[in-house]
Nanobody
Framework: QAQLAESGGGLVQTGGSLRLTCAASGTFYNINTMVWYRQAPGSQRELVATITRGGSENYATSVKGRFTISRDNAKNMVYLQMNSMKPEDTAVYYC???????????????WGQGTQVTVSS
């Protein structure tokens, strides 16, 4: 099985920066797309940024130019560098990975448990 674990959340002031890390562990064959989502209180979970195995990135309009997603395929890790943060970035941030447990397996979604990010005004 595979597990995802996020770290790096915390409290930051408006204009500050945080770097989130997500590590995939366990037994699996390979990882395709890795994604960061977030969910604010009372809101639906929203996509923040995606990165393919080849390194192609996409961002939500609300974070474009402020957040950067990156990954280390050798370490099975994905990162989210968040700069110029705003109070509206406050949310629980979740890591998602599309991976295969074996070469013959179907692609499946795996999720981390989330890390809280709070931006004070």
């Amino acid at each position: 099985q595979a597990q995802l674990a996020e770290s790096g959340g915390g409290l930051v002031q408006t204009g500050g920066s945080l770097r989130l890390t997500c590590a995939a562990s366990g037994t699996f064959y390979n990882i395709n797309t890795m994604v960061w989502y977030r969910q604010a209180p009372g809101s639906q979970r929203e996509l923040v940024a995606t990165i393919t195995r080849g390194g192609s990135e996409n961002y939500a309009t609300s974070v474009k130019g402020r957040f950067t997603i990156s990954r280390d395929n050798a370490k099975n890790m994905v990162y989210l560098q968040m700069n110029s943060m705003k109070p509206e970035d406050t949310a629980v941030y979740y890591c998602n990975a599309v991976l295969r447990l074996a070469w013959y397996s179907v692609w499946s979604d795996y999720w981390g448990q989330g890390t809280q990010v709070t931006v004070s005004s």
